[in-house]
């Protein structure tokens, strides 16, 4: 745990998708670390051992490839781990198993499955999952999904709840629009802006007041900034 969050190291070495996974993770409450290839995910591995909760591993990478990295940290840690990889046969799988992986998911995925996947395996090593966002009146629980504003429950679908988690979790920085599409709705989503501005009209109105705490930043994006006056 790093601050009383879990603490997942990302590896792969396509930046987008690092990138992506890593924003679509802090924004619901974790602690994230990267590596590009092999030996830097071992070299970052032993240097930040007591803080990694997981990890998330892409199979086909230079220097050393996930099986081996993997093999590589067994050796001195059970620590928790699961296989990205765009290589979905079955030997490839059982491969991933017998080097000591928790889980294995096949590209493209769903984030929210793999949220899913994250969550499950931290749970059965015995971590706890991403904490509460309290912001003010507005409480955010990520691993219930569960919004509330003054004690009351705000409805969202799924996209909105993300967009919210994303938006909170970054508190005071400007996003531009392509970052929230890499966060929320993933790196393969086909999609332009309109979808982000659409979606943020929505999640102001649902929030009432607070809705003003959303700022559109101009030619850029959107930022998240909590504002007293709202509780009024």
């Not at 220097?63 to 990295?69: K, P, Q």
């Not at 000591?100 to 929210?112: L, R």
């Not at 015995?126 to 409805?155: N, T, W």
């Not at 009432?208 to 101009?218: D, N, R, S």
Request: proline content about 4%; overall charge negative.
């Amino acid at each position: 745990m790093w601050d009383g969050k879990p603490c997942i190291l990302i590896v792969d070495d396509e930046a987008k998708i690092t990138k992506a996974l890593r924003d679509f993770f802090n924004a619901r409450g974790y602690r994230t670390l990267e590596a590009f290839d092999g030996g830097e995910a071992i070299d970052v591995f032993y240097e930040h051992s007591t803080k990694i909760d997981l990890l998330l591993l892409d199979v086909m990478m230079p220097v050393a490839d996930g099986f081996s990295v993997l093999k590589e940290i067994r050796r001195d840690s059970n620590i928790p781990a699961i296989m990205l990889t765009a290589r979905a046969e079955e030997y490839d799988q059982i491969a991933g198993f017998r080097h000591g992986a928790d889980d294995y998911i096949p590209k493209p995925f769903s984030t929210s499955l793999l949220l899913a996947r994250v969550e499950a395996v931290l749970k059965r090593a015995g971590k706890g999952p991403a904490g509460e966002i309290e912001i003010g009146p507005l409480c955010i629980a990520p691993a219930q999904r569960f919004v509330s504003l003054g004690g009351k429950r705000v409805e969202l679908t799924p996209k909105e709840f993300d967009l919210l988690c994303c938006l909170a979790a970054n508190r005071s920085r400007a996003l531009t629009r392509e970052q929230i599409l890499n966060e929320v709705w993933g790196y393969a989503f086909e999609g332009d802006a309109r979808t982000v501005d659409t979606h943020v009209k929505q999640l102001r109105s649902k929030l009432g007041p607070c809705g003003e705490w959303i700022k559109t930043v101009h030619r850029i994006g959107y930022r998240f900034e909590y504002s007293f006056e709202a509780e009024a």
